[in-house]
T-cell receptor, first 115, second 112 residues
Framework: ELKVEQNPLFLSMQEGKNYTIYCNYS?????LYWYRQDPGKSLESLFV?????AVKQEGRLMASLDTKARLSTLHITAAVHDLSATYFC???????????????FGQGTILTVHP | NAGVTQTPKFRVLKTGQSMTLLCAQD?????MYWYRQDPGMGLRLIHY???????AKGEVPDGYNVSRLKKQNFLLGLESAAPSQTSVYFC???????????FGPGTRLLVL
């Protein structure tokens, strides 16, 4: 059974600071996704990481993937209040083409950025 | 494009009542999914469909049934609601299995 664990689960940051959210998973994976969810809203896709060593950046967020360590990170640079949200990683298992998009999600990291 | 839409947005049920949640997508996606979101547990897959007329069980299928009679619609049914089914339900769709999933706005369900 695929397990996906995020840490920390709660993150309170000051504006301007840097921090990293970690996503560990327990089995080989085809690809990894990061999503953002604002309170009471739906999930918005941030990144899709396709292979070992993949790095993607959008604004103050940068995501990376190490498939050998089964670890993805979401790095936040110089945080601003608008980044306050819940961040989820989701893993698509490597099932030889039969995964059918069955994602396993981490528990989510609730990020609060304050002045 | 409306993307993925869900009906209703909010519903209160009494234990034992039944209801159907409707998901519709206008992106011509083959794959559709139903998830539930509970605090501290992320999203868990209930059922999914890889095409019109086909459905399969996900991680937590008990107490739910689904149907996909048309490519653009995916219905989630609760035959006899239980308080444990109080949750936020999200529908998602994707073009093919490995592509990003696009999520609907969610349905908040409270079972008393």
């Amino acid at each position: 059974e695929l397990k996906v664990e995020q840490n920390p689960l709660f993150l309170s940051m000051q504006e301007g600071k840097n921090y990293t959210i970690y996503c560990n998973y327990s089995t080989t994976s085809d690809r990894l996704y990061w999503y953002r969810q604002d309170p009471g809203k739906s999930l918005e896709s941030l990144f899709v990481l396709l292979s070992n060593g993949a790095v993607k950046q959008e604004g103050r967020l940068m995501a990376s993937l190490d498939t050998k360590a089964r670890l993805s990170t979401l790095h936040i640079t110089a945080a601003v209040h608008d980044l306050s949200a819940t961040y989820f990683c989701a893993v698509l298992p490597n099932a030889g083409g039969t995964s059918y998009g069955k994602l396993t999600f981490g528990q989510g990291t609730i990020l609060t950025v304050h002045p | 494009n409306a993307g993925v839409t869900q009906t209703p947005k909010f519903r209160v049920l009494k234990t034992g009542q039944s209801m159907t949640l409707l998901c519709a997508q206008d992106m011509n996606h083959e794959y559709m999914y139903w998830y539930r979101q509970d605090p501290g547990m992320g999203l868990r897959l209930i059922h999914y469909s890889v095409g019109e007329g086909t459905t399969a069980k996900g991680e937590v299928p008990d107490g739910y049934n689904v149907s996909r009679l048309k490519k653009q619609n995916f219905l989630l049914g609760l035959e006899s609601a239980a308080p444990s089914q109080t949750s936020v339900y999200f529908c998602a769709s994707s073009k093919i299995t490995r592509e990003t999933q696009y999520f609907g706005p969610g349905t908040r369900l409270l079972v008393l």
